[in-house]
């Protein structure tokens, strides 16, 4: 949210580079007309004022530039000023004769140009408020900026932008950058399909090509700088670079979860097993036994016989035994896994 | 009246055969250690009128006992009237009991072992 406009008549300076006197006094009365508390600091030539800038640490609010100096003018008067201002508004004061040069200094930086001829205290204090302002609403952006770059950076995900057409890498944050053992630089010598094995090239590309919520395969391998293979999901949205279309992507590694997943499924399957053998092994001797049991019920009589199946009991119990301990063994081994 | 015991457990087909001559004392028992030899005894008594009742055992070498209702169904020996089978197993696996619903001329699916009641309701009705 853009801030309301400051009062800027309150504490003022400006710093003026004016070899003409006449010409700077009378900007000195327009201003003093117009800023109640005001600090004005006047230097006659480029040198000067460069040495002003680079001891002062004060800050101005803007700075007047003529610009026919004894020792410098023109472009290069305007851009070494600008390469020194430290984001100050300069606002050019010219004449005629350099007008042409004036309104080419707007697309370098300059944030406006005053003919000398046609300044009034109205006009000048007009077109400082302007740049003030302007120069408020662009230190905000390029704060917001910085605190998005932050997001980014800082970002705990592996995190890229890519150009939309060619998928190559723009931007890797810090988190892509450690991950995957890449620096910067690296990942921008490269297009994002190629943090890829071969055979996924294709599937990649054809992921970014569909559309976000498509539920398609989002498995993938990626591959580190030291060669180790990870499995990774990954997300993606079009968004806005600069003036171009792309693509921020992150990646999440899921390597440990399916590790995770699989080691429950070889668990799953031996807790079948033992299911298994639960009805089938276990179940085998037991039915045996009281099998016996049920025909030592129907008939006593004979007392051969009854050893005989007494000496069957023993063996089937025993079977039970053996599998039982054999069923314990089993389960152990699920906790060492 | 026939009755086939097929089950590889020896003392499994001597606790049933034991259980059946206390109980019906006159009825021939025809002991099978596997599918392939049940459905060869079978096949002698494929035109015998008499009652045939098949108890069978489901895990067994060489033909199992799936194996064996694959065969019967096969070769349409379930159009004999006569001829009725009853599954004994000790699996009490849910499995087991949908796989033999599957076959319809499977009679019954008992768990191991047969008791005298158990008995009673497959040879009692004929």
Same mark, same amino acid.
């Given at each position: ?337 | ?36 030899? *049940?459905?060869?005894? /079978?096949? @002698?008594?494929?035109? &015998? %009128? ?5 108890? $069978?055992? =489901? ?5 199992? *006992?799936?194996?064996? /209702?694959? @065969?019967?169904?096969? &070769? %349409? ?5 006569? $001829?009725? =089978? ?41």
């Amino acid at each position: 949210m853009i801030n309301r406009m400051q009062d800027f008549s309150e504490n003022f300076s400006a710093l003026i580079i004016e070899d003409n006197l006449g010409d700077f006094i009378l900007i000195e009365d327009y201003l003093q007309e117009k800023f109640e508390k005001i600090t004005l600091v006047h230097c006659q030539d480029y040198t000067t004022s460069v040495d002003y800038m680079k001891n002062s640490k004060e800050k101005f609010s803007v700075i007047l530039l003529d610009l026919n100096l004894p020792d410098l003018g023109g472009i290069d008067l305007i851009n070494s000023v600008l390469a020194k201002s430290a984001q100050v508004p300069i606002i050019i004061l010219t004449g005629y004769s350099d007008l042409a040069m004036a309104k080419i200094s707007l697309q370098i930086g300059v944030y406006d140009y005053l003919l000398k001829d046609e300044i009034n205290p109205d006009i000048l204090f007009k077109t400082i408020i302007f740049s003030l302002n302007r120069s408020s609403f662009i230190n905000q952006i390029e704060a917001e900026k910085l605190n998005y770059e932050n997001l980014f950076n800082f970002n705990p995900q592996p995190t890229w932008l890519l150009d939309l057409e060619s998928f190559k890498i723009i931007h890797a944050n810090i988190a892509a950058q450690k991950k995957y053992g890449y620096s910067l630089d690296d990942f921008l010598k490269i297009s994002f399909t190629k943090l890829h094995p071969l055979g996924e090239e294709l599937l990649i590309a054809n992921k970014f090509n569909s559309t976000e919520d498509e539920e398609s395969k989002n498995h993938f391998t990626h591959l580190l700088s030291n060669g180790q293979e990870i499995k990774v999901e990954i997300y993606f949205k079009e968004i806005q670079i600069n003036l171009d279309r792309g693509l921020i992507v992150q990646s999440n590694d899921i390597s440990k979860t399916l590790t995770r997943i699989n080691t429950i499924e070889v668990q799953n399957e031996k807790l079948r097993s033992i299911a298994w053998t639960q009805s089938h092994v276990v179940r085998a001797p037991l039915s045996r036994i009281l099998g016996i049991v049920n025909l030592i019920e129907q008939k006593t009589d004979n007392l051969e016989e009854i050893l005989y199946w007494v000496k069957q009991l023993r063996i089937s119990t025993e079977e039970m035994d053996t599998i039982v301990k054999k069923i314990i063994n089993e389960t152990n081994s699920l906790k060492e896994n | 009246m026939e009755i086939f015991v097929i089950d590889d457990d020896l003392i499994q087909r001597m606790i049933v055969s034991k259980m059946i001559k206390i109980i019906y004392p006159s009825i021939s028992i025809n002991e099978c250690e596997n599918s392939k030899i *049940g459905l060869a005894m /079978l096949e @002698q008594h494929k035109n &015998s %009128n008499q009652k045939i009742i098949v108890l $069978l055992d =489901i895990n067994m070498p060489i033909l199992d *006992g799936w194996g064996f /209702l694959d @065969q019967i169904e096969k &070769s %349409n020996f379930y159009n004999l009237h006569q $001829l009725s =089978i009853h599954i004994v197993s000790s699996s009490t696996d849910e499995s087991d009991i949908l796989k033999a619903n599957q076959y319809k001329f499977v009679s019954k699916f008992f768990h191991k072992p047969l008791s005298r009641e158990d008995l009673n309701a497959i040879i009692g009705i004929y």
